[in-house]
């Protein structure tokens, strides 16, 4: 007898889409709040962005019950941080804990998609950008998910940072203001709407900055 | 898409054993759960069939039962994984009534033990082959959540599973609102059912509404909708065809 193969699949695509953009004193991480599984809405009404410390908000999309597993062990971990060194954790530090816990599963992956935004410990701005498997890179912006492939392009084309690759190190942090870079968020994730099905109903944005965290929820195309 | 199950092919004679003990798919199963938030709590309906395949073998299985003082469970999926959801769930509230401390696992906990439950089935490749809806009602909050066998979870105003996802939703989108009476509530319910009962196949004319408010829960004796099939374009429908019998 042939090995009998599974006829369901441990993963599903929930859809949605994540940004974040890192400024000079402020990181605005934004993401739709559509919730889909094949061509069905399971939910308008659900939100993508998590805190996970003072200073760094995780957004994810991608397989929505791996992201909510991988939520609860950075929290846990977090508390035991918080335990052990009497302080919160930064954002650099929560950067490498998410991509070491991701790398964990390298051969069972949360299908996540995540970019991690928050401030440094200077107070400027910073962003990581993630695949599956927890291989990251500090940015001065990203956009993950669903509609990653239509905002990322234009990002580059209004954001676009020096090359990594440039001696000396150069800033990766948009010298836009707070007001402009939450209505270039807004502007994008209007236009991923109306290309990406899995893209819309309403857009929840956060603001990090130094003094605390303000969050606006937009309507989007709902079809 | 297929998914090979990665395990060390060291022991075949174990490893054969222990597939042997993965579901694989499902035998005994029920059609949609369709749910809405109230005025006064929340409103859960389901009829009560339990297909094995393209049979409809069992039309008495209750897919609707009450979880402790204030929640209720409502299964689509195979109903022996639902049954043994059910012991666990048993176990889970007589523990927390042994703590004897006055508290009481309301609905938003048992919708996370249960989201746990079918995530870490699912991790471990046997999942119970359920998508379940949780709801209840704790000082005063109405809570209504749903969780899938692959242990996809979130909370709304209004869930519905299988079919219902595809049928009852649209309309509940459209018609639900804040506030509904018990009355309103338990129409919009019916209209969604006669919906299923007429378009899904493994459907029975045979319902239970179950209601949980903050005084408790009540699920209804089974009865049926009315149904109408004397629609002119169905009256010889073979009239305009040629040469069919």
Redesign the interface.
């Known amino acids: 007898m042939t090995?009998?193969?599974?006829?369901?699949?441990?993963?599903?695509n929930?859809g949605g889409t994540c940004v974040a953009i890192a400024g000079s004193d402020y990181c605005v991480i934004a993401a739709d709040t559509r919730?889909s599984?094949g061509y069905?809405?399971?939910?308008r009404?659900?939100s993508k962005i998590h805190k996970l410390a003072d200073k760094a908000v995780l957004s994810s999309s991608g397989?929505?019950?791996d992201v909510?597993?991988l939520q609860k062990v950075l929290k846990s971990r977090h508390l035991i941080y918080q335990h052990q060194h009497n302080k919160q954790m930064s954002c650099p530090a929560m950067a490498q804990l998410l991509s070491n816990t991701l790398y964990f599963k390298r051969?069972?992956p949360y299908y996540a998609f995540n970019v991690l935004g928050g401030l440094d410990a200077e107070g400027k701005g910073c962003v990581f950008t993630y695949d599956a498997v927890g291989s990251y890179e500090k940015v001065g912006y990203s956009a993950q998910g669903s509609g990653s492939t239509l905002i990322m392009p234009f990002l580059d084309n209004q954001l676009k940072s020096p090359s990594p690759l440039l001696l000396p190190a150069q800033d990766s942090i948009t010298p836009l203001s707070e007001a402009e870079a939450v209505d270039l968020v807004k502007t994008v994730f209007a236009s991923a709407t109306e290309r990406d099905i899995y893209t819309g109903d309403k857009l929840e944005i956060m603001i990090l900055k130094a003094d605390g965290i303000k969050t606006e929820l937009i309507d989007l195309r709902k079809d | 898409m297929t998914f090979t199950i990665p395990i060390d092919n060291g022991d075949a004679v174990k490893n054969a054993e222990a597939d042997s003990q993965r579901t694989l798919y499902p035998y005994v199963t029920g059609t949609s759960i369709v749910a809405i938030k109230y005025k006064d709590g929340v409103l859960m309906a389901s009829d009560m069939g339990g297909s094995y395949g393209s049979t409809l073998r069992y039309k008495n299985i209750e897919r609707i039962k009450a979880i402790g003082k204030h929640s209720l469970l409502g299964a689509s999926g195979e109903i022996s994984d639902f049954q043994e959801i059910l012991r666990y769930l048993d176990e889970l509230i007589l523990n927390d009534n042994m703590w004897d401390d006055g508290n009481s696992l309301g609905p938003k906990e048992v919708h996370n033990y249960l989201t746990r439950v079918m995530y870490n089935r699912r991790n471990k490749f046997n999942p119970l082959w359920n998508t379940l809806v949780l709801g209840g009602v704790k000082k005063g909050k109405s809570y209504l959540g749903m969780v899938s066998m692959i242990g996809v979870s979130f909370e709304d105003n209004h869930v519905a599973t299988g079919f219902g996802n595809h049928l009852a939703r649209p309309i509940l989108r459209d018609e639900w609102h804040a506030d509904l009476s018990f009355e309103d509530g338990v129409k919009l319910l019916e209209k969604c059912m006669r919906v299923l009962l007429y378009r899904d196949r493994s459907a029975i004319n045979k319902f239970q509404i179950a209601k949980i408010t903050e005084e408790g829960v009540t699920i209804s004796q089974p009865y049926s909708l009315t149904t109408f099939w004397e629609f002119q374009a169905f009256h010889n429908p073979t009239a305009g065809a040629q040469g069919s019998w």
Do not use: C, R, V
């Open positions: 090995k009998q193969h599974a006829n369901w699949s441990p993963y599903d929930n919730m599984t069905s809405i399971l939910s009404d659900y397989f929505q019950a909510k597993a051969f069972f």
